[in-house]
């Protein structure tokens, strides 16, 4: 079994079929992602992740758009090919616009940089955040 | 010259200190964090470093606090202990609350999650995407 | 020099074709992989990491399946897409069954999400464990 | 609000009590470790974390010791302390012996060596692992 | 706008050309690569990115051989394609010859190697070294 | 066994003795560092570590202070405190001077900067660089 294939609607179990229903519902959105057709191979991890994502990127103390930022500078930083593309999609949805994106790829190079300056210079917690 | 000493104002060089000024300024802080005084040991870098952070964290199309949620996130990926207290702190200082954190956190945790369920189910690019 | 040729058996130097050949007897391969084909422009490189792997990867307190699953577990972690092509089906067949890789999965997502959130709240060791 | 302090049992509100409870009866333990008592400061992540974490590491297809083995290759490979001591030690009482150790540590080494091999010298996926 | 489109030459506002006309002649090269035509979305980035990278690249204390190595030698850790890709070419150009990039590529696997060993046996600084 | 303890060389077996011995003799120096002490716990590694080391960093078509700051690179990405201490110390001895440090630093940083933006603008191979 070499060969990995993503779970289209018509051929999902009922318990697959309701996830997806409730992604479709939730988001709006006439089919879901490959994201989760292939995740459905195993259909415990499909209800899980998407009840945890479900949950966390409910607007709450921060708004939508700021979770999808957020979702975007760790996947840009993880260098996840994938969700670079559904989450930068994702934040224009939600009310991305170029500036701001462009703002935020800034943010995300620049704290990547003084990351690996604060590594490398070995810089000590300051006393008062401790 | 195995001992790498940070760089406190009274001993530094007129550049520097213009540096350490500016910061002082910007940020209306009495000191800079230890980050500036380590990376004083290379001038160029200082001044060239503070010039791109005060660019990049100018409020602009994202205001002051989504930046420096923005910065935690990556930080916190990278495992920057250093980066995530100063910039857990400076967040707090632009109006994070607890709530907010515990929602930053949670999304954080959850993309880098998400973005290895999709390296690891190998999820090609959705096609309205690509 | 800008294009880089795989080193196919026919034009490998006896050096590498010595490679070549244990790399099969041991795995029991009618060829190598392109890893090893592309490593074999540096034939010092290839032959340090062919003897280290094959030491490694030799079934000895771990069986050949948990040591597969683990190099797994750490591609999906760097993302690296050619390890976790070759190394998920190495896993496979050395055994691992559907059911197998969604939990490896499960877990390597888990992991890399607990990670952060221990990152970002700063948990300090407990006393116990240091 | 610049310190971070655990959250105690005899502090913690009914719901966390409940989980704090439920994860001493889990895991037989006589107190939980500091990164439940962190975590606790959100209700919400801590309840949802600890309830994936037990879904995922309960024995299935792969056994406990497995599963905390695959945590400690993700650990390592992201370079989170805490994450290390802790599961560590709890692949050791799952079972992981001085010679299990030395293998998982030389596998997670071997890997993370050749993940970067292969992406320096860009190799391509084998035709018949695409 | 989903979709991203590079900004060739003839489209460019002044402000781009101006940056594109310094990167040629810096470089001597009659295009600039698609990193810069991509990054020309943001005219602010395009503009600060090019003069940091201008200024951290110039020979110095470092030749530029030695700078484009340890480009590769980040950019193969990270595991990011493009940069690869070009940092590796502009290394050439610099003059790496095939005996470098061999070497480069052992380093660069071996230290990624001995990283996580550290990491894992939870090794402490030596005293003469903190 | 929650207690890992360094060998001194009064207490190692002959075959750890013999690695050390050759480590200090190698590199001219009295003891050897903490990170061999920890992995002799597992001599088959420390032996194939140390081998390969011995290998990788000795002159060749690159020198010792080439390969130290490739190391020292490769550290400061990946925040390896350990590895970081060790190859800094290292390259300081192997001729680097503060301002190639600096130089250094300032290269690591830029990079895993650029590394980042070519992801999130998701800019593709130059058709040149393919």
């Given at each position: 079994?070499?060969?990995?294939?993503?779970?289209?609607?018509?051929?999902?179990?009922?318990?697959?079929?309701?996830?997806?229903?409730?992604?479709k519902k939730t988001r709006n959105v006439p089919d879901v992602n490959n994201f989760?057709?292939?995740?459905?191979?195993?259909?415990?991890?499909?209800?899980?992740?998407?009840?945890?994502?479900?949950?966390?990127?409910?607007?709450?103390?921060?708004?939508?758009?700021?979770?999808?930022?957020?979702?975007?500078?760790?996947?840009?930083?993880?260098?996840c090919a994938y969700c670079i593309a559904t989450h930068t999609a994702a934040a224009?949805?939600?009310?991305?616009?170029?500036?701001?994106?462009?703002?935020?790829m800034a943010v995300v190079g620049m704290a990547n940089e003084t990351n690996r300056?604060?590594?490398?210079?070995?810089?000590?917690?300051?006393?008062?955040?401790?």
């Amino acid at each position: 079994m070499t060969t990995i294939a993503p779970i289209e609607y018509g051929d999902a179990s009922p318990q697959v079929r309701a996830v997806y229903d409730d992604i479709k519902k939730t988001r709006n959105v006439p089919d879901v992602n490959n994201f989760w057709k292939y995740l459905a191979r195993d259909p415990v991890t499909l209800q899980r992740t998407w009840q945890s994502v479900k949950e966390v990127m409910t607007p709450g103390a921060l708004d939508a758009l700021t979770k999808e930022l957020i979702y975007v500078a760790v996947s840009v930083t993880n260098g996840c090919a994938y969700c670079i593309a559904t989450h930068t999609a994702a934040a224009r949805k939600a009310g991305m616009t170029e500036a701001m994106f462009g703002e935020l790829m800034a943010v995300v190079g620049m704290a990547n940089e003084t990351n690996r300056l604060a590594n490398g210079y070995r810089v000590p917690i300051d006393d008062n955040l401790k």
